[in-house]
């Protein structure tokens, strides 16, 4: 850690890690309630189940994009935090809002918490992924002003790398997108419109700035690569993103009353939508090889690399396979996209954050790098966390198909529900994996109260051999 | 790109002998184009002829302009093997749909 | 990159590489664009063909003349920049300029004699492709000549040079690129029936 400030970057991503941890339980009694339709009822009903689940994703990494956002803007800007008041105001604000609204889902049912925070008066509720009371939603706008505005003040009094640009660019893409949320149009088309404009152009745009610019970061950090270069890389990537990204909305506009030539747009930009991310992979891998140093925390850099692959093949690759209108005809709304869903967030946004949280970390507390034993724990978490979701992945994949093709594909389809009972078997496996995955989650978290022990008993965290030997001088 | 010598009036560049000729392929795509009766249009043979004048006039600029001609290893090949992927598409569906 | 270029001017091509991979990744979306537009041709060429033939040729040969002389300036520019004539290669540039500025006038002026006869995307399939695939072209025109115009720039200040016009090079080879697509959109909308 350079600067003192970016320590408020501490308690965000402390927070994130718990919301995480929230997140995945809520998940594993999903993943119950799938096959045992009664589980936990009536206290924890599957609809709020799955509000828990998607909103505290959301949330945890809204909160490890701000942590990641307070720690390297003053590494990069080369000075110190606008005001770390405001930013640790900001973070109980925001921990507060998040926790209130979370047990307000659990409290009391969805109708009479929409009537308890004065939904009437602007309705903002209902909407997947926008749940939030309009309270809340007003709350996370005053915390993104807050914090845009902490970090642009430093950015502009500071050092102005593409890293800090293009991630300020992305943060407030991100704060001005989410306004679209409070507009909810009785016109259900419209409405559609206004609610991808938020979803959509969050994870297939905005977020994928937050994202280069963090694995660049990082990357620069771990691997000592000249900065020119990875901003080359970082600027090709996210140009593409945005052209893929942008115009590739069309593909959710294919059956919501939009015009019809939104299924050649939406198809043509949406299948490019891969190359970002496969470039990603490339660069991130390069970065490495070219290393001109071995940084001791091998962890991070396991991370780091893991996020370019499983994105590439969560976001691009699972996406590609149903974004082509043909087949979106068929499979729009199925396992396969639950699917992609999960693979995506997975590989894109939560890997990316604990590569953030992996790197920064240890520097936080004071140490380059945690020790090894510490190091070993995490990248078990990693392989136990990326297979298990790997595994989860392809049994919803093989779920969607057969559901494809019993509900809608054959010539006798069958209804919903019987098809849903068809496919339990991939459901059970997708269990099996998700506890395996919390499994995961548990030694991740666990690593770093072994940092801590082993840091209290000074061990180091690499063998002195290997600590900053050149590699390819 | 352009000969690095420098030229003497009557010699021609490199450079612009490919000018030459992708103005001339051009204007020869123009005159398959308006020659027949516009209800039938120039058939599938002319039709896949303008699809090479297409291709080669791209490979003449991703050699020549964009200077790939003298490379080598693969970056050399890179505008030609692109070239492969629309041509064949276009060719695979005109035959098809004639 | 940057340091590999310097070392292997043989074996990687001119300018910028993360041009060429943004060029490379431009080249991949027309290439599906022109395969969608042939395919979809497939569907219903009784369609295509007769709509095709409200297309105006002539402005479609005089843009592509436009676009191919604007290339060649672009590259007598690089060439009189290599001979140090910095002058002459601001000149060639501005001259490209204009042949951009004559395809964005021409098209425009196809674009309203078509919206002005009531052509929208969603007229039919074939308006639909000749419009996005057009316009989705023209938006690069104007990216070129944004760059061009910011090379021009720099070489009027001096930024350039017989031993380094790099910048130069990698501003040139993308609106080759732009070119590039042009003709093959042209034959392929405006002729192959």
Request: hydrophobic share 55%; glycine share 8%; with cysteine.
């Amino acid at each position: 850690m350079k600067y003192r400030s970016q320590a408020v970057a501490r308690p965000y991503f402390i927070a994130a890690i718990g919301l995480f941890l929230a997140q995945i339980v809520f998940g594993v009694i999903l993943g119950i309630q799938y096959v045992v339709g009664d589980f936990l009822f009536p206290e924890i009903p599957f609809n709020v189940a799955r509000m828990v689940h998607t909103n505290t994703l959301i949330v945890w990494i809204l909160m490890g994009f701000m942590g990641a956002a307070y720690y390297l803007i003053p590494e990069e800007t080369e000075r110190e935090l606008y005001s770390p008041l405001l930013a640790h105001v900001m973070f109980w604000v925001f921990l507060a809002a998040a926790a209130l609204t979370v047990a307000g889902y659990l409290i009391v049912p969805y109708a009479r918490l929409a009537e308890l925070t004065g939904n009437d008066i602007l309705p903002t509720m209902g909407r997947e992924f926008l749940e939030q009371p309009t309270i809340t939603k007003v709350g996370i706008v005053i915390v993104a002003l807050a914090f845009l505005f902490n970090i642009g003040m430093t950015v502009l009094k500071g050092r102005k790398t593409a890293v800090s640009l293009v991630m300020l660019i992305g943060l407030l893409g991100l704060a001005l997108l989410f306004l679209f949320s409070f507009y909810n149009p009785t016109n259900l088309v419209l409405d559609k419109y206004y609610w991808w404009w938020v979803v959509h152009l969050w994870v297939e745009g905005v977020w994928e700035l937050i994202l280069g610019s963090m694995l660049a970061f990082v990357l620069i950090k771990t691997t000592g690569v000249d900065r020119e270069v990875v901003e080359k890389w970082l600027y090709v990537i996210i140009a593409m993103a945005l052209i893929t990204g942008l115009v590739g909305t069309g593909h959710h506009y294919f059956w919501i009353g939009a015009p019809e030539y939104w299924q050649w747009w939406g198809s043509i930009f949406s299948a490019l939508e891969p190359l970002p991310f496969f470039m990603m992979t490339v660069f991130a891998f390069n970065m490495v090889n070219q290393r001109r140093r071995n940084h001791p925390n091998r962890a991070a850099v396991l991370w780091a690399l893991g996020t370019s692959v499983l994105a590439f093949i969560g976001a691009g690759v699972w996406g590609f396979l149903h974004t082509l209108a043909p087949v979106n005809f068929y499979t729009h709304g199925s396992q396969i996209t639950a699917a992609h869903g999960h693979m995506a967030f997975f590989g894109a946004y939560v890997l990316i954050n604990i590569t953030m949280i992996s790197y920064a970390m240890p520097l936080l507390n004071g140490r380059e790098a945690n020790s090894m034993r510490s190091q070993v724990l995490e990248m078990w978490s990693f392989w136990l966390m990326s297979v298990s979701m790997v595994f989860i992945t392809l049994f919803l994949t093989g779920a969607g198909i057969l559901q494809v093709f019993l509900q809608r594909f054959t010539d006798t389809p069958l209804p919903f529900m019987v098809v849903q009972e068809k496919i339990a078997l991939f459901y059970w496996l997708r269990l099996i994996s998700g506890l395996v995955f919390l499994g995961g989650l548990v030694v991740y978290i666990t690593s770093f109260f072994v940092a801590a022990r082993d840091a209290r008993q000074g061990i180091a965290p690499v063998a002195k051999d290997a600590e900053l030997a050149p590699v390819n001088p | 790109m352009s000969s690095s010598n420098p030229s003497r009036s009557f010699v021609i560049r490199p450079c612009t002998q490919v000018y030459l000729a992708l103005m001339g392929l051009t204007a020869t795509t123009y005159l398959i184009g308006t020659a027949a009766a516009p209800e039938q249009g120039p058939g599938l043979g002319l039709s896949l002829l303008v699809l090479g004048f297409a291709l080669l006039k791209s490979h003449l600029i991703g050699d020549y302009f964009m200077g790939l001609r003298g490379l080598h290893g693969p970056w050399r090949w890179v505008i030609l093997l692109w070239l492969l992927i629309p041509g064949g598409l276009i060719l695979t569906a005109f035959v098809l749909s004639a | 990159m940057t340091a590999t270029i310097a070392t292997h001017q043989d074996r990687y091509p001119p300018g910028d590489l993360a041009i060429w991979i943004f060029i490379l990744a431009e080249l991949a979306v027309f290439a599906i664009f022109f395969a969608a537009y042939a395919f979809a041709r497939m569907g219903d060429v009784a369609l295509f063909d007769h709509y095709q033939a409200t297309l105006d040729k002539d402005a479609a040969l005089l843009n592509s003349l436009a676009l191919i002389t604007g290339s060649y300036c672009v590259v007598r520019a690089l060439a009189a920049m290599r001979e140090d004539h910095r002058a002459a290669s601001v000149r060639w540039l501005i001259a490209a300029l204009g042949m951009g500025t004559l395809f964005l006038v021409v098209k425009s002026l196809e674009y309203a004699h078509h919206l002005a006869a009531g052509v929208r995307l969603s007229t039919n399939t074939f308006y639909m492709f000749y419009l996005s695939l057009t316009f989705f072209h023209f938006m690069h025109v104007i990216m070129g000549m944004v760059i061009l115009a910011a090379v021009a720039w720099k070489a009027h200040r001096g930024g350039y040079s017989a031993r380094e016009h790099t910048g130069m090079e990698t501003g040139g080879v993308y609106w080759h690129m732009v070119d590039l697509v042009w003709l093959i959109l042209f034959p392929l909308v405006y002729v192959m029936r």
